[in-house]
């Protein structure tokens, strides 16, 4: 009898543990689906800035389905508890800041077409945000580290105030 109460209170312990341990987890389970999800949008947007030294009009349904795609996904993250990492990534790839798509495709809207340069250099720049959100989601599984493109909050260099503007396009 003396057994079967040790026994008992070791199973017990193993359980509250358990529970322990899950309860302290510092990150969301991992998502299959939103990683996919994630792949396939970053996939469709490094496609849609490659169309875009042509018009934007040709373009427009494309950008707002994507837009929308963008805002689901996003939601759908941050309805998910510790997934904060996540959520802001997807901040990043909506928000109205310099570098985000949703800021490119406006940018084109406004401009019609882009430039070659332009398109690459923000190409580069949005799939990294995209190769970032989807470590994110990896690292759920994996527990591997990922590094933010943002990197720390850079620091402006001063530019002299007889310098010559930039080319606005």
């Known amino acids: 009898m003396a057994n079967m109460f040790g026994v008992r209170r ?3 312990a193993q359980i509250a543990i358990l529970f322990f341990l899950v309860g302290c987890t510092t990150t969301a389970p991992f ?11 970053k996939a469709q947007t ?3 800035i490659d169309r875009s030294g042509n018009k934007f009009t040709a373009s427009q349904n494309e950008v707002t389905a994507l837009v ?16 904060e990492p996540v959520t802001q990534a997807w901040g990043i790839i ?9 800021e490119y495709f406006n940018t084109w809207k406004q401009r019609g ?5 332009i398109r690459a250099e923000k190409k580069a ?6 190769d970032y959100l989807i470590c994110l989601e990896s690292a759920k ?22 310098a010559p503007a930039e080319d606005p396009q």
Request: proline letters at 9%.
């Open 10 to 12: 070791v199973w017990l």
């Open 31 to 41: 998502d299959q689906t939103a990683q996919l999800n994630a792949q396939q949008l």
């Open 46 to 48: 490094l496609a849609l």
């Open 68 to 83: 929308t795609k963008y805002d689901a996904a996003a939601s759908a993250a941050a309805s998910a508890e510790k997934n």
């Open 94 to 102: 909506r928000g109205p800041q310099s570098g985000s798509a949703v």
């Open 113 to 117: 077409a882009m430039r070659p340069a």
């Open 125 to 130: 720049q949005i799939g990294r945000h995209f």
């Open 141 to 162: 599984q994996s527990g591997a580290a990922c590094i933010n493109p943002l990197g720390p909050a850079p620091t402006a260099p001063a530019i002299p105030a007889d």
